[in-house]
């Protein structure tokens, strides 16, 4: 059922990409009829320091650094990362550079569950894991969608690992 000032139609219908070339252009000449085809690329992680967080992310759970660059003009760094074999979304680690960030370090989402890592082969990764030192927080569990442990970052956000079934409507994405 469509929610309050929806209508049917415009639940069902993709969404166009409307853009206007320049401002004198009028709006039929800037309408396609290509879907919108929109990601996103990184998530902001706010961290302690740069290079503990990079040892983390790339020993630990064997993360790609992605890109490493000193932007001297804000004195920070540009740093991205990314799990094994993945071309979705990136985490962005991004040093706390405002006392007011500090506290939000490990606890982005006030205690739930921040970020999940989707696996190919659950027992793989969480066996290698914990052999790696990561902490779990809650067991491994069968779940309607898939496999799931809750593990904590060398910060204390909380991720879910887990390996989605087959038959599940995520099952594929995160390709």
């Not at 069902?12 to 409307?18: G, I, N, Q």
């Not at 740069?50 to 890109?67: C, G, P, R």
């Amino acid at each position: 059922m469509p929610g309050k000032g929806t209508s049917p139609e415009r639940e069902t219908r993709p969404y166009r990409y409307h853009a206007c070339v320049n401002s004198q252009a009028r709006a039929s000449d800037a309408e396609s009829d290509q879907p919108v085809k929109q990601s996103i690329l990184h998530i902001a992680l706010v961290v302690r320091d740069y290079d503990e967080a990079i040892a983390f992310y790339t020993q630990k759970l064997h993360f790609t650094l992605v890109e490493d660059t000193y932007q001297p003009e804000q004195d920070k760094r540009w740093v991205v990362v990314a799990p094994p074999g993945s071309s979705g979304a990136t985490l962005l680690l991004a040093r706390a550079s405002k006392p007011e960030q500090l506290p939000f370090i490990g606890s982005q989402t006030g205690g739930r569950v921040f970020l999940f890592l989707n696996s190919d082969d659950f027992w793989r990764d969480y066996d290698e894991m914990r052999a790696n030192g990561i902490h779990f927080v809650r067991p491994p569990k069968e779940e309607s969608y898939g496999m799931l442990a809750v593990f904590e970052d060398l910060y204390g956000n909380l991720w879910d690992l887990l390996q989605i079934n087959a038959n599940h409507p995520l099952y594929g994405r995160s390709s």
